[in-house]
């Protein structure tokens, strides 16, 4: 027996994500439509177009950084936060300093 690794080819598009102009394609498909919105609501042309570059390029920035990022912040809101005893919990609790 032979200790010599097994090598698989692996093609790249396999591990890229899926972007329309370098941007995700569900923050696109967001900008777009909140674009036509603000076109529609205010009747503006250059308003509309105004949105979508802005949201376009954050979200750009935003994939460029992290392409999971909006997965992950998706899922985030399904689970429970952290307890942390070192944190006050203000409701229940005065801390120093604070005013009745």
Known sequence: MSNEGRMN???RSLNRPLTI????RKLFFFSMLVGAGVFNFFGSLLGGLLMFAVLFLAARMVTKNDPQLLRILINASK???RY???KLLR????GIGQDD
Do not use: N, W, Y
Request: proline share 12%.
């Open 91 to 94: 409701s229940t609790r005065k």
């Open 84 to 86: 942390d005893p070192a």
């Open 21 to 24: 102009l370098g941007v995700e």
């Open 79 to 81: 689970f429970k936060s």
């Open 9 to 11: 080819p692996i093609h």
